[in-house]
């Protein structure tokens, strides 16, 4: 039989997400990593991106995050995000006013605009709207 992790999401809110899952793809700080079971046990920094997952006997399903820490041991994959939304959760409206807001930001950078701010809340629409699968 094929084995399983599971996959745990926690935010300052509550966990999201507790899931049988065969495989997941993280965005470390360090570049996508996937996870298999069986995998080594690790501890990493993540950025802000796309969480793809495979539920056990189900279609790939993705969420959105924001930077936090990944744990990965005895087949048990732990995120842990300062917010973190599963795709069906996302407003994509929402996302989309978001990204407007940081490029008009970015493009007009006027003293009172803080750069690094402006380019981290353009990324996580932007992730956002990738967990929606509506930008690649
Ligand atoms: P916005 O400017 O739209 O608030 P943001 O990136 O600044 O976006 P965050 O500070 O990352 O928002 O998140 C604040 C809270 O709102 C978190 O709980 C987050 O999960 C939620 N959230 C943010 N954007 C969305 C969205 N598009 N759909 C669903 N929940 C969202």
Redesign the pocket.
Do not use: N, V
């Given at each position: 039989m094929q084995k399983e992790i599971t996959l745990e999401m926690i935010?300052p809110?509550g966990t999201i997400l507790q899931q049988t899952v065969s495989y997941v793809q993280l965005p470390t700080k360090l570049g996508l990593i996937g996870i298999l079971a069986d995998h080594a046990p690790l501890i990493s920094a993540l950025d802000i991106g796309v969480v793809t997952y495979r539920p056990v006997g189900a279609a790939e399903k993705k969420a959105?995050i924001?930077g936090g820490f990944l744990e990965v041991r005895d087949n048990k994959v732990v995120v842990l995000a300062?917010?973190?939304?599963l795709a069906d959760?996302?407003?994509?409206?929402?996302?989309k006013?978001?990204y407007e807001?940081a490029q008009q930001r970015l493009k007009n950078p006027t003293q009172d605009i803080d750069v690094d701010r402006a380019r981290?809340?353009m990324f996580?629409?932007l992730s956002?709207m990738r967990a929606k699968n509506t930008v690649r």
């Open positions: 935010t809110r959105a924001s300062p917010t973190a939304e959760h996302i407003d994509l409206e929402r996302a006013a978001a807001r981290a809340a996580r629409a956002r």
